[in-house]
């Protein structure tokens, strides 16, 4: 079974930082890549970060400069540090794994992790 397990949102204070982890379990394609999205209440869900099979790695405009998306050497922990927070960036965060190719697209992830909520104050 194929589980993803996000941790690590929380409160903070803009200009504050926050790491995001994902645990990911029961994937035995190492094609696949994995991405963290963000969705906040009667707005679409978006492409934050992504990180594929070959450790390359893509930002949203909103996230260049300021979110670092990194993973451990078995890619089963994904990891999205992010700092100088904006109000802006409250949301509930996800990540997903996908093997199509999808990149920040969030149509074509297979697998969800439920999502951890970061509130940013202003």
């Known amino acids: 079974e194929v589980q993803l397990v996000e941790s690590g949102g929380g409160l903070v204070q803009a200009g504050g930082s926050l790491r995001l982890s994902c645990a990911v379990s029961?994937?035995?394609?190492?094609?696949?890549?994995v991405g963290w999205f963000r969705q906040v209440p009667g707005k679409e869900r978006e492409g934050v970060s992504c990180?594929?099979?070959?450790?390359?790695?893509y930002y949203a405009d909103s996230a260049k400069g300021r979110f670092t998306i990194s993973s451990n050497n078995a890619k089963n922990m994904v990891y999205l540090q992010m700092s100088s927070l904006k109000p802006e960036d409250t949301a509930v965060y996800y990540c997903?794994?996908?093997?199509?190719?999808?990149?920040?697209?969030?149509?074509?992830?297979?697998?969800w992790g439920q999502g951890t909520q970061v509130t940013v104050s202003s």
């Open positions: 029961g994937i035995t394609d190492d094609s696949y890549a």
């Open positions: 997903a794994a996908d093997s199509l190719g999808s990149l920040l697209s969030p149509l074509g992830y297979d697998y």
């Open positions: 990180i594929s099979h070959t450790d390359t790695k």
